[in-house]
């Protein structure tokens, strides 16, 4: 008799049943608090974990961009050059700072070089060597037009154009030239230094050519 009371319903049961079944519509009962807590816990780790590579993104894309402007830059040197050999030699001998002998070997290597330094720079490849020698070629071009402004040489810069009557060398020419330098430093600092440290940082992922925040999170 006692085993057939504690099965038998109590009053008011049965009601109860039927509208929490109606209430939730017969599906299962929602999460408890403790699963909400974790949720939200993990949304908060989640996004807390993104914010320490946000320096890391922008280093990234001031990379890319200057790699971009200073390869365009010497994409750009090298163009009239490789047309106008002759012409460019003659410029190379008004400097006064190389041997007879070197003057067309110069004229007709030096262009060629400043296109495939331009060529990795926008592409992105062989960027520990490129970045090394063209911070050096800046070094020697700064060193030359510092060397004839020093002598008070009245000479064309050749620079961008061998036409004749083009850009004389002068102190503005000397501080573009800078201006190129500095970012070629930044980039081979990058390269050389920052760049293995950004590929382990936390949050990022390295795809080829670029290096970004990893969009999904286990």
């Known amino acids: 008799m006692d085993g057939n009371k504690s099965r038998e319903k109590r009053p008011g049961e049965g009601d ?3 509208l929490y079944d109606e209430h939730n519509d017969g599906s299962k009962p929602k ?4 699963q909400e807590g974790r949720s939200h816990r993990a949304t908060r780790e989640a996004v807390g974990g993104v914010r320490p590579t946000t320096p890391v993104l922008k280093r990234t894309v001031c ?3 200057l790699r971009l402007v200073l390869g365009g830059v010497f994409l750009y040197a090298s163009f009239d050059k490789i047309l106008h050999p002759q012409a460019f ?4 001998y008004n400097y006064q700072v190389l041997p007879d002998a070197a003057v067309n070997l110069v004229a007709l290597v030096l262009p060629w070089l400043e296109f495939l330094l331009g060529l990795c720079l926008v592409t992105g490849i062989w960027m520990p060597g490129a970045v090394l020698m063209t911070t050096g070629l800046l070094l020697v071009f ?3 037009l510092v060397f004839n402004l020093a002598r008070g040489l009245d ?3 050749g620079c961008f154009s061998t036409e004749a009557g ?5 102190l503005m020419t000397v501080i573009r030239d800078l201006g190129f330098l500095a970012l070629s430093v930044y980039l081979t600092v990058f390269v050389l230094f920052l760049r293995s440290a950004t ?4 949050g990022s992922v390295h795809t080829p050519g670029i290096t970004t925040l990893s969009k999904s999170r286990r």
């Not at 999460?31 to 403790?34: S, W």
């Not at 030699?89 to 190379?92: F, L, N, Q």
């Open 63 to 65: 990379y890319h961009i």
């Open 166 to 170: 083009g850009e004389p060398v002068g």
């Open 89 to 92: 030699a003659e410029t190379v």
């Open 142 to 144: 700064i060193g030359a």
């Open 31 to 34: 999460a408890g608090h403790g």
């Open 155 to 157: 000479i064309q810069c």
């Open 16 to 18: 109860r049943s039927a």
């Open 199 to 202: 590929l382990k940082s936390p």
